[in-house]
Nanobody, 124 residues
């Protein structure tokens, strides 16, 4: 069993930055990890994913160039550095553990374990 705890969310002005963290407990060795978000009234959407080694990453077009995903396997933690935030980035952000293959999944069904989410609110 894997448990994920996100932190680092909050209220920030447009143009600002936030760094989300996701601490994992349990077996995540070799797994892809990802970040998703869900805004009120909208479906959950892919944000970013990273390979086990950290050598490969994938981003949604809407965040490319502004967000950076990284991981520290020694700490069993994945991060999402968010910069140049926009009001449309407002959402609950979730981290998730995916499979152990090479694919950096962009669909929710490709991930097996989920955190409880952390709220990010960007004011205009």
């Amino acid at each position: 069993q894997v448990q994920l705890v996100e932190s680092g969310g909050g209220l920030v002005q447009a143009g600002g930055s936030l760094r989300l963290s996701c601490a994992a407990s349990g077996r995540t060795f070799g797994s892809v990890m990802g970040w998703f978000r869900q805004a009120p009234g909208k479906e959950r959407e892919f944000v970013a994913a990273i390979s086990w080694s950290g050598g490969s990453a994938n981003y949604a077009d809407s965040v490319k160039g502004r967000f950076t995903i990284s991981r520290d396997n020694a700490k069993n933690t994945v991060y999402l550095q968010m910069s140049s935030l926009k009001p449309e980035d407002t959402a609950v952000y979730y981290c998730a553990v995916g499979g152990t293959g090479l694919r950096l999944g962009v669909h929710s069904y490709e991930y097996n374990y989920w955190g409880q989410g952390t709220q990010v609110t960007v004011s205009s």
